[in-house]
């Protein structure tokens, strides 16, 4: 993008704190300036002025989604039916309706043939969110979405399957640590990986220079992955063989660990599946320990799990971001935070990701109300931009 583009707006939130009425300004895909003083733009400068009742904020950043899924009722059947060329296809419709709708940052945590890394080819100005990838989970033969590709046990195939992650280009590790609901395996309450096979392979990826995330649902995986140093901790939903059940000391645990606690911000977080007699009270028990965690301080990053049912479309993220507030106590300007700077942060991108400030990219999100008040108007967007071009 050439040339110095200023956005006006009736209310600037940074990333970190309101700061009133401002003029972002933008060039060369980065946020040039934030003035506050009311002074005129520069004589060369193209002027986009939102109004009074507008609120312009940094993109949201969705810590958690699969782009490869569909978000139907049977997810498993395309990814195993459909050639490459048609995956992709559909990936880039999914990345495309999440910058739409404001989100302009995606951590993809399981995806089928390191496909994600071939989609972020396509540069920051292709229509895009920009992309941070794991490929294919780690999780053993038959295991936890074992149908992309990612199944390995024992250290020979751990360490090469963390060594290819890292030479093909990406930024995280992701570990089936407990079970799920696709394709097979154990339960999500009971664990995949030993302790031992934990450590080494967080030590492996550091050692090549990637994070780590770990899948964990039960008690037993939340525990072992505090201590085998994952970097993110996705779910966390504390599920046992007949509910949920978090002590108190685990939950102290996390919150004192300052790990990244990757909340699943949807209308229904994983668990028995929707209209099931004891989905509601799962769902509220998940809520409520999710809220004990944020109490104890710990730091919490929402993740839509986009695409793995009908219930998780790649743009739900804004309309999701109520839970953070309603579900677990938040104050909207805390919710804001940890879409933003926060989840920058969690996720190795801080100074360049989530913030409206001299240097940071130009990642930006206009919507119209004020967001502080009601969440909702997250929803209510008057444009996106992305590297400095508006895709909205």
Partial sequence: MGGLFVLRAGQVFDGERLIGRAAVMLEDGRVADVDTTGAPPPPAASVLDFGSDSFLMPGLIDAHVHLAFGATADVVSPLVELDDASLLASMRVAGERALHAGVTTVRDLGDRGFLSLVLRERGPRSGLPEI??????????????????????????????????????CEFVKVMVSGGELGGGCPPYESQYA???????????????????????????VS?????????????????????????????????SARAVSVTVTSRPPGPSAGSPDADEIERAILENHGRLWRAGARLVPGSDA?????????????CLSALVG???????????????????????????????????????????DPMCDLGAVRDVLAVFRDGVRAR
């Fill in 132 to 169: 941070l990838a794991s490929g294919p989970p780690l999780t053993p033969p038959g295991g936890h979405c074992h149908f992309l590709g990612g199944e390995a046990a024992g250290e020979v195939e751990l360490h090469r399957a963390v060594r290819e992650r890292a030479e093909r280009g």
């Fill in 307 to 319: 695409g793995v049912s009908p219930d998780r479309p790649h743009d739900a993220l804004p309309s």
């Fill in 224 to 256: 072992d992955s505090l201590a085998a140093g994952f970097d993110t901790l996705e779910h966390v939903t504390f599920l046992t063989s007949d509910g949920v059940e978090a002590e108190e000391a685990l939950v102290e645990q996390v919150a004192a």
């Fill in 195 to 221: 302790l031992a096979s934990l450590r080494r392979i967080v030590e492996e990826a550091h050692r090549a220079g990637c994070r780590t995330a770990a899948h964990v649902h039960g008690p037993r995986a």
């Fill in 327 to 369: 579900g677990i106590g938040m104050i909207p300007e805390d919710a804001l935070r940890a879409a933003t700077s926060v989840a920058a942060k969690s996720l190795g991108l801080a100074g360049r990701k989530g913030r409206i400030t001299r240097g940071a990219d130009a990642d930006v999100l206009v919507v119209r109300g």
